[in-house]
């Protein structure tokens, strides 16, 4: 039947994007647990009181190294908000968290070029400048206040005890900690919980990628971008790039495929990265930030997210072309093209699911199942959230300090 050849047509393109990055996600991971496993979010609360650049810059740092799950990210956000950290560095750890962590990059250096992957690092902290800037204008104390008395009601995302939970191992220094007796669980715990908090965006991300390229046809893409006008297409491109990404409903690195897919249909580079930078946008996120901050204030965040999104990859645009940097061929040998072969993609993804079987073997022989099933429950002591010390593999339970 037809309509069953281009369901299977769908997904076989999906599966093939899937294939090529999955190495580079379990590398991603396993690094960005190793940092999480030796950072402690407790301790860096206390150290983001204001919107000034030192706390800007360890709101960055900090979300850098955390969770890249956007559920997660902004429960933490909130978390953090809830202890004292300002409500602009605050929301600056929402955009390092998405945007600054190491599967990202991977993932794009591998499905699209390492081009890609500048321009999100490059972006990046120029995104989360604009957004602290603009939150300085638009964003008054009367709002702010309010958005706290909502953020202290604790009401309901998603992720909340992933996000309650700080797994970092225990030691004084960071090599301390690294070298810590606990610090394998702890590693595990982490990456074992960030895939299974970002899993199911990144197969919605692979399955509409497949579909959008298997059945939507190119024309509709080409119109809407301006291919026929180029350099409109550059200012527009990173205007149209969050507007996609706000119905898309794919977060996190789940949106990597579906940007391959528009950059060959036609989306300008600024157009890609704009896109990439507008998960914190997506409606289910628009939804949580009005649970957490009330409507007033999730309406504010949606325009300045959007403005320091465009704005971020306008920069990025230009200076990209300036420096000759800038990709030219849309269509050029795309992954999910490809079909499977033994090469040394194969080759990566077997030694990387080997290492990814060890860190889920030792997972759940340190008794980690029952975290999986306290990943969407509420936090305890009113947000105040988990805390997960790992001595020698052993988990104690209790509320942060």
């Known amino acids: 039947m037809h309509w069953l050849t281009e369901i299977g047509r769908a997904l076989q393109m999906g599966a093939m994007m899937g294939w090529q990055m999955l190495w580079a996600l379990i590398l991603g991971f396993g690094l960005s647990a190793v940092v999480q496993a030796t950072v402690s979010r407790e301790k860096v ?11 800007i810059a360890i709101a960055t ?4 190294a955390s969770s890249s799950c956007s559920y997660a990210a902004v429960a933490i956000a909130r978390a953090l908000f809830r202890k004292g950290a300002d409500f ?11 945007n600054l962590v190491f599967e990202l990059g991977l993932s794009l250096i591998v499905l699209m070029g390492w081009r890609f992957a500048a321009a999100e690092f490059v972006g990046g902290p120029v995104m989360i ?10 964003v008054r104390r ?41 610090a394998f669980t702890a590693i595990s715990n982490i990456f074992v919980m960030e895939w299974a908090a970002v899993l199911g965006d990144i197969v919605l991300g692979l399955v509409l990628s497949g579909c959008i390229a298997a059945w939507v046809p190119a024309a509709f893409w080409q119109q809407f ?18 507007l996609v990404a706000l119905v898309s409903f794919v977060c996190s690195v789940g949106n990597v495929p579906l940007a391959a897919v528009l950059w060959q249909h036609g989306l300008s580079f600024g157009g890609v990265i704009a896109f990439l930078f507008g998960d914190l946008i997506i409606l289910p996120i628009v939804n949580i930030h009005r649970k957490y901050y009330g409507w007033r204030a999730a309406l504010v965040l949606l325009v300045l997210f959007y403005v320091a999104m ?5 920069a990025v645009e230009w200076i990209f072309l300036a420096l ?19 090469d040394h993609t194969a080759v990566l993804n077997l030694i990387f699911l080997a290492i990814a079987a060890v860190l889920l073997w030792r997972f759940f022989r340190s008794g980690g199942a029952g975290m999986l099933r306290h990943m969407n429950e509420p936090m305890e002591d009113g947000g105040h959230g988990m805390h997960h010390s790992h001595h020698g593999g052993q988990h104690n339970h209790g509320a942060m300090h």
């Open 45 to 55: 609360a206390k150290l983001m009181p204001d919107g000034s650049p030192r706390s």
């Open 61 to 64: 740092g900090l979300g850098a």
């Open 88 to 98: 602009r560095a605050a929301m600056a750890f929402e955009f390092a968290s998405t």
């Open 129 to 138: 400048v604009l957004l602290v800037l603009l939150m300085n204008v638009f």
């Open 142 to 182: 009367r709002l702010v206040d309010a958005a706290r008395a909502q953020a202290e009601r604790g009401l309901l995302g998603r992720m909340e005890g992933h996000a309650a939970m700080d797994m970092a191992a225990t030691g004084d220094t960071w090599l301390k900690r690294l070298r810590s007796p606990g």
């Open 225 to 242: 971008f301006l291919v026929g006008h180029p350099a409109l297409a550059r200012w527009w491109g990173p205007f149209a790039g969050p």
């Open 310 to 314: 465009a704005g971020a990859a306008l």
């Open 324 to 342: 000759h940097l800038t990709p030219h061929a849309h269509a050029a040998r795309m992954t999910m093209e490809m079909g499977f072969r033994w």
